[in-house]
């Protein structure tokens, strides 16, 4: 079993023996990813400084729920992120955006 597998195995396990899968609709998991994500950035909202150990948690939590949302709309994660990221790497060239994070340096194309 790989390390992905692991991951996703014990949070189903910990979801499955609370019975919390009845309310782990992809509606409210989007909620829940975006209510962590919130609380993520809190962390920033008056300054660059923060507590780590708190901001490991609030990522943690992204995490899990976005497992929890890939196995509720039945995608693989591995491979839903390695085909994003080959996405990306046709929308940003090495040569056109290295340095630059503006958005205008992207390459729309169509897909394949």
């Known amino acids: 079993m790989d390390r992905i ?3 996703l195995k014990s ?3 910990f979801r499955n023996a ?3 899968k009845q309310f782990h609709t992809p509606e409210n998991l989007a909620k ?3 209510i962590e994500a919130a609380e993520l950035l809190e962390h920033f909202q008056w300054g660059d400084e923060y ?3 708190e901001l490991v948690d609030e990522l943690a939590d992204i995490l899990i729920y976005s497992f929890l949302m890939a196995d509720a ?3 693989d994660i591995e491979k839903v992120m390695l085909d994003k990221l080959k996405k990306n790497i046709k929308r940003f060239p090495v040569e056109t955006v290295k340095g ?3 958005k205008h340096t ?4 169509e897909e394949e």
């Not at 992207?106 to 194309?109: A, E, G, M, Q, T």
């Open 100 to 102: 630059n994070s503006g």
């Open 11 to 13: 949070i189903l396990e």
């Open 5 to 7: 597998d692991h991951i």
């Open 32 to 34: 829940s990813i975006s």
């Open 51 to 53: 507590d780590h150990d």
């Open 18 to 20: 609370r019975d919390w």
């Open 73 to 75: 709309i039945g995608v």
């Open 106 to 109: 992207r390459i729309d194309y």
